[in-house]
């Protein structure tokens, strides 16, 4: 047992220690070692620095590294918890986790507010979801009218917006979200439930090849 | 039939859809079973139609369903994460477009092009479900459809893959894209792709 841990340790050395993660997070420790597997794999895509870079995000996300787009930029600055630019293992496991089928209902009101308050002033104001809304439209190569695009907020903000004050405060998104549950749909991923099996097109290194580090 | 498939000549030699109909290759053959995407929740479009429609007076929507702005933002496709899990870029399995034209016209328009397309169509209200009967590449292709208020006399429809190969399915929705106002009705045959 006691080799094992240590050849464990030596593979992690530099990143959080899986086990801690697992305890943590919704993700088993083989699980966090099979999320170790993708880290490795995004994070030395553009510069081999044990760490996530906005571009290799992007990359990994798009397949193309230089594709800039404002909701991956939110995702990834949510996970940037210390606001480096990078995102370090212990980040990428937790960011993640919010999104599994089991990590509280809370957890993923409290993301999905912050991806969408753009500027980080606690409220989710009317030009921000304009903003994103324009964002999306572009996307998907739609056209609307401005005057469409207007109507489609106002009848928005109607019903989000209980104190009419032009934005969206948490409590107000608290009870929006929860009378409309498929706006919460993007915050789980049903696969994160079982990643070890799912994606198989992960190499997973055995533990003979990281001896030789 | 082996003089069939010996026939040098290409534009002479059987195809394998019509393979597929012979009596002899039928004899002992069982189609391959393919699996239905686990990852798209059909629980909605389900409910729907299993739910019981014991009596013949059914009370329809008079509109479809309105989408907020909120709606709209998280179809990005930036929110599918699962991107980073996989080595290519996953084709998309959705498609939609918007359309000027009154809900119930869309739905019966995508209707009247699927069943010459050889698809069989069960509606309710704004959703479909339309199902080929032609096998492609991996079983038969069958998409989910529905209809969105996005404005008044602004519509969304929205094309789910739920079944079948997802390259078919790109192929068949642009004959079911009125977005440019003409019917383009172009033959589900020709689209099918039957590899080696």
């Given at each position: 047992m006691g080799c094992f841990n240590s050849k464990v340790k030596k593979q992690f050395?530099?990143?959080?220690?899986p086990i801690a993660l697992a305890s943590q997070t919704a993700f088993s420790v083989s699980e966090v070692e099979a999320l170790f597997e993708l880290f490795k794999s995004i994070s030395s895509s553009?510069?081999?620095?044990?760490l996530i870079s906005k571009e290799e995000f992007q990359l990994a996300l798009?397949?193309?590294?230089k594709k800039e787009n404002l909701f991956a930029n939110r995702i990834f600055d949510l996970f940037d918890v210390k606001q480096k630019g990078l995102i370090d293992f212990g980040d990428f496991v937790r960011g993640l986790h919010v999104f599994?089928?089991?990590?509280a209902q809370e957890e993923k009101v409290n993301f999905s507010f912050r991806l969408y308050d753009l500027d980080g002033t606690g409220f989710i104001e009317r030009q921000e979801v304009k903003q994103m809304l324009i964002a999306l439209l572009c996307e998907s190569e739609m056209k609307l009218a401005d005057e469409t695009i207007e109507s489609i907020l106002d009848k928005t903000f109607v019903e989000?917006?209980?104190?009419?004050?032009?934005k969206i405060d948490k409590s107000e998104w608290q009870i929006f979200v929860s009378r409309n549950?498929?706006?919460?749909?993007?915050?789980?991923?049903?696969y994160l439930r079982d990643i070890t099996t799912t994606f198989p097109s992960f190499v997973f290194h055995s533990e003979v090849d990281e001896v030789a580090t | 039939m082996t003089c069939a498939w010996a026939e040098s000549r290409k534009r002479r030699r059987i195809t394998i859809p019509e393979i597929l109909k012979d009596e002899w290759f039928k004899k002992d053959y069982k189609p391959p079973h393919f699996e239905k995407?686990?990852?798209?929740?059909?629980d909605d479009i389900d409910a729907i139609f299993n739910g019981?429609?014991?009596?013949?007076?059914t009370e329809s929507k008079e509109k479809p369903a309105s989408v907020n702005a909120f709606e709209l933002i998280s179809?990005?496709?930036?929110?599918?994460?699962?991107n980073l899990f996989e080595k290519q870029a996953l084709v998309k399995k959705e498609t939609q477009f918007t359309s000027r034209s009154p809900a119930n016209e869309i739905i019966s328009k995508i209707e009247e092009t699927a069943r010459p397309l050889g698809f069989s169509v069960q509606k309710k209200n704004y959703k479909m479900k339309l199902q080929g009967d032609r096998t492609g590449r991996k079983g038969q292709l069958a998409v989910a459809t529905e209809v969105f208020e996005v404005a008044p006399s602004l519509h969304l429809v929205e094309l789910r893959k739920t079944g079948g190969d997802t390259l078919e399915f790109h192929k068949a929705h642009s004959s079911l894209n009125f977005s440019n106002n003409l019917?383009?009705?172009?033959?589900?045959n020709s689209h099918l792709l039957i590899g080696p």
């Amino acid at each position: 047992m006691g080799c094992f841990n240590s050849k464990v340790k030596k593979q992690f050395r530099g990143h959080e220690d899986p086990i801690a993660l697992a305890s943590q997070t919704a993700f088993s420790v083989s699980e966090v070692e099979a999320l170790f597997e993708l880290f490795k794999s995004i994070s030395s895509s553009v510069i081999d620095d044990g760490l996530i870079s906005k571009e290799e995000f992007q990359l990994a996300l798009f397949k193309n590294r230089k594709k800039e787009n404002l909701f991956a930029n939110r995702i990834f600055d949510l996970f940037d918890v210390k606001q480096k630019g990078l995102i370090d293992f212990g980040d990428f496991v937790r960011g993640l986790h919010v999104f599994h089928p089991n990590a509280a209902q809370e957890e993923k009101v409290n993301f999905s507010f912050r991806l969408y308050d753009l500027d980080g002033t606690g409220f989710i104001e009317r030009q921000e979801v304009k903003q994103m809304l324009i964002a999306l439209l572009c996307e998907s190569e739609m056209k609307l009218a401005d005057e469409t695009i207007e109507s489609i907020l106002d009848k928005t903000f109607v019903e989000a917006d209980s104190n009419q004050d032009g934005k969206i405060d948490k409590s107000e998104w608290q009870i929006f979200v929860s009378r409309n549950p498929s706006l919460l749909k993007i915050m789980t991923l049903p696969y994160l439930r079982d990643i070890t099996t799912t994606f198989p097109s992960f190499v997973f290194h055995s533990e003979v090849d990281e001896v030789a580090t | 039939m082996t003089c069939a498939w010996a026939e040098s000549r290409k534009r002479r030699r059987i195809t394998i859809p019509e393979i597929l109909k012979d009596e002899w290759f039928k004899k002992d053959y069982k189609p391959p079973h393919f699996e239905k995407d686990d990852d798209v929740n059909l629980d909605d479009i389900d409910a729907i139609f299993n739910g019981s429609d014991d009596h013949l007076v059914t009370e329809s929507k008079e509109k479809p369903a309105s989408v907020n702005a909120f709606e709209l933002i998280s179809r990005s496709k930036s929110f599918n994460l699962e991107n980073l899990f996989e080595k290519q870029a996953l084709v998309k399995k959705e498609t939609q477009f918007t359309s000027r034209s009154p809900a119930n016209e869309i739905i019966s328009k995508i209707e009247e092009t699927a069943r010459p397309l050889g698809f069989s169509v069960q509606k309710k209200n704004y959703k479909m479900k339309l199902q080929g009967d032609r096998t492609g590449r991996k079983g038969q292709l069958a998409v989910a459809t529905e209809v969105f208020e996005v404005a008044p006399s602004l519509h969304l429809v929205e094309l789910r893959k739920t079944g079948g190969d997802t390259l078919e399915f790109h192929k068949a929705h642009s004959s079911l894209n009125f977005s440019n106002n003409l019917d383009i009705l172009r033959n589900l045959n020709s689209h099918l792709l039957i590899g080696p």
